[in-house]
T-cell receptor, first 112, second 114 residues
Framework: DAGVIQSPRHEVTEMGQEVTLRCKPI?????LFWYRQTMMRGLELLIY????????DSGMPEDRFSAKMPNASFSTLKIQPSEPRDSAVYFC??????????FGPGTRLTVT | GENVEQHPSTLSVQEGDSAVIKCTYS??????FPWYKQELGKRPQLIID?????GEKKDQRIAVTLNKTAKHFSLHITETQPEDSAVYFC?????????????FGKGTKLSVIP
């Protein structure tokens, strides 16, 4: 099993540009989570899906952030337009029901 | 919602000594408590977990204890080694059969001094 796959691993973009982060969960897992990690705020849950349905998006900072899960093997997190304060490491994680959450390698986003 | 407090934020120990990290949670209905280890520049990785129907769980040099009455749980690492140096996060799973959301503590940076 390849584990949770995220792309890109690093992204550098200019303020105002659209950024799309991608995630492939572990096969058979039915829950998917997007987290953001910064030194100041720690590890924050942005949104999570269960069976491809968004369950709780209360952590999404503002309307510039959106997430989709069109099928069980793919999810995207989009930021449009991006701002320097969005710079962080974004992790995707997956689990089966209430089991262990396995994290992907993360995407390090830098917005200049 | 759930609130998880973690202490200390930093911890330095001599190699071979023990390290203890403590967490408290607010939702008495929470029933699952995992611990994650995150090395510099890497992803958080689950190292041990405990469910509310047990009070203690051990895996080699790592153990976790849970006190549901006091709503706190702790990570114990014995015979620490330099490779134990990392940031450790505790977490609690939200209550309810339909909840899958983990609330994380702020993390403890553990440094093991050779």
């Amino acid at each position: 099993d390849a584990g949770v796959i995220q792309s890109p691993r690093h992204e550098v973009t200019e303020m105002g540009q659209e950024v799309t982060l991608r995630c492939k969960p572990i096969s058979g897992h039915n829950s998917l989570f997007w987290y953001r990690q910064t030194m100041m705020r720690g590890l924050e849950l942005l949104i999570y899906f269960n069976n491809n349905v968004p369950i709780d998006d209360s952590g999404m900072p503002e309307d510039r952030f959106s997430a989709k899960m069109p099928n069980a093997s793919f999810s995207t997190l989009k930021i449009q337009p991006s701002e320097p304060r969005d710079s962080a490491v974004y992790f995707c994680a997956s689990s089966f029901e209430q089991g262990w959450q396995y994290f992907g390698p993360g995407t390090r986003l830098t917005v200049t | 919602g759930e609130n998880v407090e973690q202490h200390p934020s930093t911890l330095s120990v001599q190699e071979g000594d023990s390290a203890v990290i403590k967490c408290t949670y607010s939702d008495s209905a929470s029933n699952y408590f995992p611990w994650y280890k995150q090395e510099l520049g890497k992803r958080p990785q689950l190292i041990i977990d405990i469910r509310s129907n047990v009070g203690e769980k051990k895996d080699q040099r790592i153990a976790v204890t849970l006190n549901k009455t006091a709503k706190h749980f702790s990570l114990h690492i014995t015979e620490t080694q330099p490779e134990d140096s990392a940031v450790y996060f505790c977490a609690a799973l939200g209550s309810g059969a339909g909840s899958y959301q983990l609330t994380f503590g702020k993390g403890t940076k553990l440094s093991v001094i050779p």
